[in-house]
Nanobody, 124 residues
Framework: QVQLVESGGGLVQAGGSLRLSCAAS????????MGWFRQAPGKEREFVAA????????HYADSVKGRFTISGDNARNTVYLQMNSLKPEDTAVYYC?????????????????WGQGTQVTVSS
C-alpha cells in the first residue's frame, strides 16, 4: 500500500502562486507514476499533471500548460506541483495520485492510490 498526503493548498488572489506537495509513504516502490488531479464543485475530477519516475517524463492538461510545473525528489517520496498565474477557474480540491505502472496516463481510473485532497481557492 502507498499512503499519500497533500499539503500546500490555500487561498490566493488571481495571478498569484501556490506550491502543492504530496508525500508518499509505505510501499513507495509501487508509486512509479505520480499525478495531480482536481475537482471543482459540481464537476468531475480532471487530470492536471503527472510525472513518471521511469525517465522523468511529464504530461500536463492543456488548461495548465505553461503555468503549472510538476516535479519530484530523487527518492520518489515527494512530488510537487508549482502553480503560477493562478486563475479563479483553478479553484478546486487538488488530489495527489499514484499508479504502479511507470507510464503517464490521464485517466483517474488507472491510478491505484489517492490522497485526501487539499483545497485551492483563487479569488478574482
Amino acid at each position: 500500500q502507498v499512503q499519500l498526503v497533500e499539503s500546500g493548498g490555500g487561498l490566493v488572489q488571481a495571478g498569484g502562486s501556490l506550491r502543492l506537495s504530496c508525500a508518499a509513504s509505505g510501499r513507495t516502490s509501487s508509486s512509479n507514476t505520480m499525478g495531480w488531479f482536481r475537482q471543482a464543485p459540481g464537476k468531475e475530477r480532471e487530470f492536471v499533471a503527472a510525472i513518471s519516475w521511469s525517465g522523468g517524463s511529464t504530461h500536463y492538461a492543456d488548461s495548465v500548460k505553461g503555468r503549472f510545473t510538476i516535479s519530484g525528489d530523487n527518492a520518489r517520496n515527494t512530488v510537487y506541483l508549482q502553480m503560477n498565474s493562478l486563475k479563479p477557474e483553478d479553484t478546486a480540491v487538488y488530489y495527489c495520485a499514484a499508479r504502479v505502472i511507470g507510464t503517464v496516463v490521464i485517466s483517474s481510473a488507472r491510478y491505484q492510490y489517492w490522497g485526501q485532497g487539499t483545497q485551492v481557492t483563487v479569488s478574482s
